[in-house]
């Protein structure tokens, strides 16, 4: 057993087994599945580059042989950091068929956070691009490349500088696998928590599987299903809502974008006949801009789902009518419970809602700050648990005390409120945590950052209210040197190696901070600062 590790009790295994939750599947059983019934059917395809299901399952054994013959075996941690690309998902079922472990990092990840999830998982190898959006992951790579010392193995896909190149690691020879069964590890997310770097969250094939199986269900994703993925596949939102896994389970097409921009999607939409995509608040405004001008036609969409961030109801007003099909709001976390409004549900509910959990074995509860049960329509802290819902974070029992209640509940973080029909009404966060776009920022971790540069005294960071992320992020900051500027805080940050969306929207020089009445830092009072010094647009 993989330390640090906390599996699942005897008692809930069984009983998730026994409702017919966990079926043993495993994500390399359901490839061979669909390799077998869907054998020349298209699996992914990014526009020009296609693969059949048969095709992807013969790669997948190769490069699993050759992950073999590097030294990975089963429970190694593999930090992976592609894009939306057919190697992505050649890479994580290799890594799944013979057990070793992915650590899906984000393409806007950059040294520090690769730097943590390489050391704190002892990952043995670390899988990127060569160059993606104008950036060089190799020089990343260099950076770190020493200063792991379990790193034994840096794989590129293109061109190599030097390090080992995916291509070459596909071998023809067979090779004997490990058994991998559904209770299994299968892989590492990475939460959106409010304190400290990301915590990793694992995830079993048992647990993981049943999520793919009920939101394809309640989606109603089939064979026949086109979906586009245009945000990143390493994105809980994109991988199982019911995203690129589950439209593997179902046996349908992905179509990968590499951008999620309209001029790159909206052609693909047209050529691939896409009936499915997902999208986060801000590209749904963009998207709803964009197609008033397009002359790409996008009459083969079906659903357009809205997911990451809560979306406003104006939006919400507009996308099924602009684009002549149905929205389908999403409110989940990688932690585990999702929420879906249905397919046949009316507008209203539709637009003024964020769903309802999508399994019958989902346990919600709506508590004030004492864990004590509210009712229906009053808002507070909502905790979830269910077969789908961890039990723990890797490795930081001092925090999983926090964030999981004695029975079992995990806090989410979430201010809701619950209908009389059992659909849930974002309210906001109850935890430190920015929601940019979909984008997580936990403020304690770049408040950290920026202490530790000289010349400031404190910090405090929070959201800001934005019409088009939903909320952008400011820096309150108390300096001790005057000359200190705006720019330099953020050059600073930009060269400590932290991804750009953490970096602060905007910084406020203050000479002290409102308190609360037991002297902590209120932040409720800066976000109230902030949100009246943008109204008033004194800026």
């Not at 693909?268 to 397009?294: G, H, M, N, Y």
């Not at 036609?297 to 109801?313: H, M, N, P, Y």
């Not at 979909?438 to 000289?454: Q, R, T």
């Amino acid at each position: 057993m993989l330390e640090g590790y906390k599996p699942w009790p005897e008692n809930l295994r069984k009983y998730y087994q026994e409702t017919g939750c966990w079926t043993g599947e495993t994500f390399g059983g359901i490839l061979e599945q669909q390799a077998r019934d869907r054998k020349d059917s298209i699996a992914i395809t990014d526009g020009e580059k296609s693969i059949t299901y048969q095709q992807l399952d013969e790669r997948v054994n190769k490069l699993a042989a050759g992950f073999m013959k590097l030294g990975i075996e089963k429970e190694d941690r593999v930090v992976l950091q592609l894009p939306n690309t057919i190697e992505f998902f050649e890479v994580c079922f290799a890594l799944f068929r013979i057990g070793a472990l992915p650590v899906f990092a984000l393409p806007l990840h950059r040294k520090m956070e690769i730097s943590y999830f390489c050391e704190f998982t002892a990952a043995k190898a670390y899988i990127i691009p060569d160059v993606f959006d104008k950036f060089d992951y190799r020089d990343l790579a260099n950076e770190i490349n020493n200063s792991i010392p379990t790193l034994e193995h840096t794989i590129v896909a293109g061109e190599t500088d030097n390090f080992i190149s995916l291509e070459e690691l596909y071998m023809d020879d067979s090779a004997s696998f490990p058994t991998i069964t559904g209770s299994d590890l299968a892989f590492f997310q990475l939460s959106g928590g409010s304190t400290g770097l990301p915590k990793l969250i694992p995830r079993t094939h048992d647990e993981y599987i049943y999520s793919l199986r009920k939101s394809v269900e309640i989606c109603r994703i089939s064979q026949d299903t086109n979906f586009l993925a245009v945000l990143p596949v390493a994105h809980n939102f994109t991988m199982s809502s019911p995203g690129v896994f589950g439209v593997i389970y179902a046996g349908g097409k992905i179509i990968l974008s590499k951008y999620p921009s309209p001029d790159v999607a909206f052609p693909l939409i047209e050529k691939e006949k896409v009936d499915f995509t997902s999208l986060v608040p801000p590209l749904a405004i963009v998207w709803l801009q964009a197609q008033k001008r397009t002359k790409a036609d996008l009459r083969s969409l079906e659903v357009i789902q809205v997911g990451g961030a809560k979306c406003s109801v104006e939006v919400a007003k507009q996308i099924g009518p602009a684009f002549h099909c149905k929205l389908q709001q999403v409110f989940g976390m990688a932690e585990g419970l999702v929420n879906y409004t249905r397919l046949d549900d009316d507008d209203e509910v539709v637009i003024h809602t964020q769903g309802k959990p999508m399994s019958a074995y989902d346990e919600i509860r709506i508590v004030d700050e004492e864990d004590n049960e509210l009712p229906v329509g009053e808002t507070g802290q909502l905790q979830a648990r269910g077969p789908y819902t961890i039990i723990g974070y890797f490795n930081v029992e001092d925090h999983n005390a926090k964030a999981f209640t004695s029975d079992g509940f995990y806090r989410t973080g979430d201010l809701v409120k619950l209908t009389e029909e059992g659909y849930l009404i974002v309210e906001g966060r109850d935890k430190d945590q920015i929601n940019r776009g979909g984008e997580k920022i936990a403020a304690e971790e770049v408040e950290n950052y920026i202490l530790s540069l000289s010349g400031i005294h404190d910090v405090a960071m929070v959201s800001m209210p934005d019409k088009f992320l939903g909320e952008r992020s400011c820096a309150f900051v108390i300096k001790n040197d005057e000359e200190l500027t705006s720019n330099d805080i953020k050059d600073f940050l930009q060269h400590k190696g932290i991804a750009n969306f953490k970096i602060p929207d905007r910084i406020e020089f203050v000479d002290r901070f409102p308190y609360t009445a037991l002297g902590k830092v209120s932040k409720k009072n800066l976000r109230a600062m902030i949100k009246e010094k943008i109204t008033q647009k004194s800026y």
